[in-house]
């Protein structure tokens, strides 16, 4: 039983090495993409200061 | 500069030399001779003037360029078209003005006052220019004055290269880009309208319904967000649904339910890169949406919660006919967690794709979450699993989870969801659902998803209910709209272990989903 487990657990390590992340989008909630009016960034922005990118690289 | 002045300086001495030295004896040859230095003279002064109102010519052109240099930087991020507009026509260089000539008389001498002023009017431009910058959080360094290039050499030619001053300019702005800890605030508005119409039989009577699909119901939201560094930032957000004849609570006897207007969310975050984010306000508690974890794209009308599109509507006594008071929302439940509630939540960073989170909320409940999302051998997979303790007095507490996998080279997909009470006073209910899918790349302007589902529910409404959904959906987008399109089929059944027997009920749903 042991070894059972043990082998478990090396298929499991040897699993997350091949893991790259991934942020999935809650499509329900706050769906990512193109507005009809916003374009491209879905978002119509009311401010900006001068030099912000703010949320763009989060 | 100083050369020319120098030499004027010697031809001075000179001329003064001639005058009171031991071989002057004052004659008309000595006298011409002070006219010839005279005359000199006053060339020389004409060419410094010339030279010192082209001096002031190149140095406004160079502040021109830093000017654009700095727009280019702001805009450095976005579209090639809008850094073109952003630093607009190019320049032209400044005229270089030859040096007076040697033959032009005293009294054809530029103005003095006139050239004065011609400084003085760049000098107020820049000046301006100057509190631009001074507001601009990108400050390039100033060039070095334009006497100091012209040492050595007579005139800086006005189509030269930038000075190499200039040059570091640039990378020390794009550094600050990156660096600078300034706040940086961005406010936006976002959000969707999404409508639908219903076609429902529901076993004697079929009729259609107007909706708005509270699947994903149509709303607005304002967030603002401060950045303070790259890994600090404080947002906040108003989320609010405004959606006329909700979907939840239309039915057969009320088919205007009115408006139907919820402040979804109105909250505060900090966020911290290294430390997490804590977040304050009515909002999505840590269980939220974790028995919702859908990547099938279909989700904007099929997803786990099967009651919502069609919630109202009420189930039909097969032996009487009548409609019952049994509406689908109350035999159908995904047991997602506490929803939205006012709450104080915290979320981990991700650790190897793991997120950890917990909620304390409003009226003694409270959760907790495990999350993880990762990218495994071409899979696109996500995952939560949340417990919770509901304020109900019946309910022990609330168990639920779900996972969604992704096959991203063909598009084909598998959703689970599940989740359950502990009761108290009676047998536990719980909700298991399936779906596999289909997510093609038909079209260029937008994906189509498909997807078909499988829902089994216990003991939600009354002890001894059993109900079952089976659907079928598809979606497709329409990305320059920001539109989707749905149109799916709903098959509910619900069979009561005690008491009146239901018609199933039928349910055809075409819709739209359009971002604004």
Not at chain 2, 456 to 471: L, T
Request: charged fraction near 20%; hydrophobic fraction near 35%; glycine fraction near 10%.
């Amino acid at each position: 039983m042991a070894r059972l487990w043990i082998l478990l657990a090396a298929l499991a390590l040897a699993g997350c090495a091949e893991v790259k992340p991934f942020h999935p989008v809650q499509n329900r909630e706050d769906p990512d993409g193109p507005g009809l009016f916003s374009g491209k960034g879905g978002k119509i922005i009311l401010y900006e200061s001068p030099d912000a990118e703010v949320g763009e690289d989060q | 500069m100083q050369g020319q002045v120098k030499r004027a300086i010697a031809v001075l001495l000179i001329g003064l030399a001639f005058l009171y030295g031991p071989s002057s004896t004052a004659g008309a040859a000595e006298t011409s001779q002070i006219e010839q230095l005279q005359k000199i003279i006053d060339l020389q002064q004409q060419q410094l003037k010339a030279q010192q109102r082209q001096l002031e010519e190149q140095k406004r052109h160079l502040e021109q360029m830093q000017g654009q240099i700095n727009s280019l930087l702001k805009t450095v991020r976005g579209s090639d078209s809008e850094v073109a507009s952003a630093v607009g026509p190019p320049i032209p260089p400044p005229p270089v003005t030859p040096p007076a000539a040697p033959a032009t008389p005293p009294s054809a001498s530029a103005p003095s006052a006139g050239g004065n002023d011609d400084s003085q009017g760049s000098a107020s431009a820049d000046s301006g220019a100057g509190g631009d910058q001074s507001d601009d959080p990108w400050p390039a360094p100033q060039p070095q004055p334009a006497a100091s290039d012209a040492q050595g050499s007579d005139v800086v030619a006005a189509d030269a290269p930038l000075p190499s001053d200039l040059a570091p300019a640039t990378s020390i702005a794009t550094d600050a880009t990156v660096k600078t800890t300034n706040p940086r605030i961005k406010v936006t508005l976002s959000g969707q309208i999404n409508r639908a119409i219903n076609v429902v039989n529901d076993g004697e009577d079929t009729d259609a319904f107007f909706v708005d699909n509270d699947v994903s119901d149509s709303r607005f939201r304002f967030v603002a967000e401060g950045k303070f560094s790259q890994k600090a930032l404080v947002g906040s957000v108003i989320e609010v649904a405004v959606s006329p004849n909700n979907s939840e609570e239309v039915s057969q006897t009320n088919q205007d339910s009115g408006d139907f207007i919820d402040l979804r969310k109105v909250e505060v975050y900090f966020d911290h890169q290294d430390y997490g984010r804590i977040w304050l306000g009515k909002g999505s508690t840590s269980s939220d949406n974790t028995a919702e974890v859908d990547l099938s794209g279909t989700d904007v009308v099929q997803y786990s919660g099967v009651a919502d599109i069609v919630g109202g509507i009420l189930f039909r006594e097969k032996s009487s006919g009548t409609l019952s008071d049994v509406a689908v929302n109350d035999a159908f439940f995904n047991f997602d967690g506490l929803s939205r509630k006012d709450r104080v939540r915290y979320d981990t960073p991700a650790f190897w794709g793991f997120q950890l989170s917990g909620s304390a909320i409003s009226d003694g409940r409270y959760d907790g979450a495990v999350l993880w999302a990762g990218q495994v051998h071409g899979f696109n997979i996500a995952s939560a699993f949340a417990a919770s303790k509901p304020s109900s007095s019946e309910t022990d507490f609330r168990l639920d989870g779900s996972a969604s996998m992704l096959h991203t080279k063909t598009g084909l997909n598998l959703t689970l969801a599940g989740g359950m009470d502990q009761l108290d006073d009676r047998a536990n209910s719980s909700n298991l659902y399936a779906k596999v899918g289909w997510l093609a790349d038909t079209f260029d302007f937008g994906s189509t998803a498909f997807g078909l589902d499988f829902t089994r529910a216990e003991n939600i409404d009354a002890d001894g209910d059993q109900g079952h959904v089976v659907g079928g959906a598809v979606v497709q987008r329409i990305d320059p709209f920001g539109t989707e399109l749905f149109a799916q089929v709903r098959w509910y059944t619900l069979d009561r272990g005690s008491g009146p027997a239901f018609d199933d009920i039928v349910a055809g749903t075409v819709g739209a989903r359009v971002q604004f």
